[in-house]
């Protein structure tokens, strides 16, 4: 099974700052790295999908970038409904393995 | 927009079943895959497995393997998962997803509400 190895575990952030998430892989997934959102009792959002593309109606703050083991999700201006845990997720082979989840805390 | 409904939390004693339905509103049913997706209390997410109603066929992750169904129901647009045998560790929200696929890549999208399962003697 590929290992997604996520960091940090969690971050706490003020209103505006710039916040990033990574996710390495442990081997080369060709760019099949999705993030999601979770927030508090709900079930997860996909906010973007094969590296770098927003789901619809997603905000442009939320960016993604990287490629082969290495990617990035960045919150260019926290907001305050940001708050949650984000996820990210291989999905090149079987079986799909996700990040262990950053906690994003508001301050 | 598609929209995933879960059936609601159940309680079971160990070495006991559950099974959980997902129905789809929408209009891709036939041609979409659903998986099924795991978070136990204060955890993160763990993949269960995937069904393609169309065809019937299924993938389980390998711990799940002798203990879980998923079967479908084209007429009510219907996914359902079973487990069985069921340990105190299974304790967890099992939530239900639907597989998108663009050109080469797919993700989960929607989610179900989640299904809270409780074992407890």
């Known amino acids: 099974d590929i290992q997604v190895t996520q960091s940090p575990s969690s971050l706490s952030a003020s209103v505006g700052e710039r916040v990033t998430i990574t996710c390495r892989a442990s081997?080369?997934?060709?760019?099949?790295l999705n993030w999601y959102q979770q927030k508090p009792g709900k079930g997860p959002e996909v906010l973007i999908y094969?590296?770098?593309n927003r789901q619809d109606g997603v905000p442009s703050r939320f960016s993604g970038s990287g490629s082969g083991t290495e990617f990035t999700l960045t919150i260019i201006s926290l907001q305050p409904e940001d708050l949650g845990t984000y996820y990210c997720?291989?999905?090149?082979?079987?079986?799909?393995?996700f990040g262990q989840g950053t906690k994003v805390e508001v301050k | 927009q598609a929209q995933l409904v879960q059936s609601g939390a159940e309680v079971r004693k160990p070495g006991a079943s559950v099974r959980i339905s997902c129905t789809e509103s929408?209009?891709?049913?036939?041609?979409?895959?659903f998986h099924w997706v795991r978070q136990a209390p204060g955890q993160g997410l763990e993949w269960m497995g995937v069904?393609?109603?169309?065809?019937?066929?299924?993938t389980f992750a390998q711990k799940m393997q002798g203990r879980l169904t998923m079967t479908s129901d084209m007429s009510t647009r219907t996914v359902y998962m079973e487990l069985s045998s069921l340990r105190f560790e299974d304790t967890a929200v099992y939530f239900c997803?639907?597989?998108?696929?663009?050109?080469?890549?797919?993700?989960?999208?929607?989610w179900g509400q989640g299904t809270l399962v409780t074992v407890s003697s």
């Open positions: 997803a639907r597989n998108v696929r663009s050109m080469a890549w797919n993700w989960l999208d929607p």
């Open positions: 929408g209009d891709t049913f036939t041609s979409d895959s």
């Open positions: 069904i393609s109603p169309s065809g019937g066929s299924t």
């Open positions: 081997e080369n997934i060709n760019n099949f």
């Open positions: 094969a590296v770098l």
């Open positions: 997720q291989q999905s090149y082979s079987t079986p799909p393995t």
